[in-house]
């Protein structure tokens, strides 16, 4: 992910790789932003959801948390496969789990199906997700699809809401599936497939990856519990990482600060992003008088403009050392932060919370980047990318839980 799209996090694919050239950035951004639209279109639309599948709004509201935790337990799965068998391989199996995902979606008339459905959705599309990653190669290229990425998550409410009246809040979930139109091309410009990387699948690693992650995403709705989870998946996957340092999660990358500090900023800024999302709907009401349209389009209006301009900041990174990259990122999240914890005035929130996903979404772009960078070997880079992104994605766990505990409740 350091050097040319080609080569990053899939192995040697040889000379005929290299001859093929960097995959079109377009077809990259079409293979990842769609899950940022699929999970958020179930938000305006829970009551509807909840009707049609005989449940309360708080059970539907499982939704949003289902596809989460697909999300997060699913890119560092995904990730090692693209480590053991290469692009063409995940790519593969992420249609298929997104094409499976949508038609139970489509069918099932049961709240537990359809999270299952859900679930396939957000596996495949991480996956998809992963493979995007891999073959950006730079902070540019990753800044177009982070950028694309915060802009179809921020329309996602709206984009939701619309396809539920004109047709159906089945199709509304269905948004993800646009994935599928680029698999084709990126496989046909990715080229060849990965031999399997030597010895075993470290399942038991990848067990207990997963129930960490799990245990974590559901800190928000099951504190007590998730906690103990966490701390007991985490003991346990610290003694195996001892005992199996070259296996699922890769001690290599743990020992390396060029890796773990990027990962942190990452989870630390997407957390307060997240927190500032969730919280400005309720503080434009209460500080500034805003109404629920008003603040509404505001919020997306400020989305959309964070996200765009993640761009030209992931773009300019490139002439800037690492350094000061990270101090302009961390002093960028802390402003927005601040802000959103002192500002009275409606347009001072706004730019918060452009602020905030500006930062998050460059953060994504650029430390990415970074984060894979630290990977000494060729085959641990999808791992850096999965645990990478796995941090990422907890920060949006933890966002809204931060947000209930000081704003919302």
């Given at each position: ?64 948390t ?7 337990v ?16 995940v ?76 047709a ?13 139109l ?62 199996r ?32 999302l ?34 030209p900041?992931?773009?300019a ?26 500002a ?32 000494s ?33």
């Open positions: 992910m350091t050097v040319t799209t080609t080569t990053a996090g899939t192995g040697s694919r040889g000379a005929a790789a290299a001859v093929r050239g960097p995959v079109p950035v377009l077809w990259l951004a079409l293979l990842a932003t769609p899950l940022a639209a699929g999970a958020n279109a179930p938000v305006l639309i829970l009551p509807d959801m909840a009707a049609s599948l005989g449940v309360g709004a708080k059970a539907a509201a499982w939704m949003l289902a596809f989460g935790w697909a999300t997060a699913g890119t560092p799965l995904l990730a090692g496969l693209l480590r053991r068998r290469g692009v063409p391989a790519l593969r199996l992420s249609g298929l789990l997104v094409v499976a995902g949508t038609l139970l979606v489509a069918a099932s008339p049961w709240l537990p199906l359809t999270l299952l459905g859900r679930c396939g959705q957000a596996a495949g599309g991480a996956g998809l997700v992963a493979v995007a990653i891999s073959l950006a190669g730079t902070a540019r290229r990753m800044g177009v699809i982070s950028a694309g990425f915060g802009m179809l998550g921020a329309a996602g409410p709206l984009l939701g809401r619309a396809l539920a009246e004109a159906s809040w089945r199709l509304a979930l269905a948004a993800s599936a646009l994935s599928l680029a698999i084709p091309a990126v496989i046909r410009h990715a080229g060849p497939g990965t031999p399997p990387a030597p010895g075993r699948f470290d399942a038991r690693g990848a067990a207990l990856l997963t129930a960490l992650a799990t245990a974590l995403v559901l800190l928000p709705t099951a504190p007590l519990a998730a906690l103990g989870g966490a701390l007991a998946a985490g003991v346990l996957l610290a003694a195996h990482i001892r005992r340092p070259d296996g699922f999660v890769p001690a290599a990358l743990l020992r390396r600060p060029a890796f773990v500090v990027p990962a942190l900023l990452a989870l630390l800024l997407s957390a307060s992003y997240f927190t500032l969730f919280s400005v709907a309720r503080l434009l009401a209460d500080r500034a008088g805003w109404d629920t349209v008003s603040a509404g389009t505001g919020q997306l209006v400020a989305l959309l403009a964070g996200s765009a301009l993640s761009w900041l992931a773009a990174s490139t002439r800037m050392s690492r350094a000061t990259i990270r101090t302009v990122l961390l002093a960028l999240g802390t402003l927005a932060a601040l802000t959103g914890i002192l009275d005035g409606g347009p001072l929130l706004l730019a918060a919370t452009a602020a905030g996903v500006l930062t998050a979404s460059s953060a994504n772009a650029i430390l990415s980047t970074q984060a894979v960078a630290a990977a070997e060729e085959a641990q880079r999808p791992s850096a990318i999965g645990l990478f992104t796995l941090c990422y994605q907890l920060g949006g766990a933890f966002g809204p839980a931060v947000a209930t505990l000081l704003v919302l409740g």
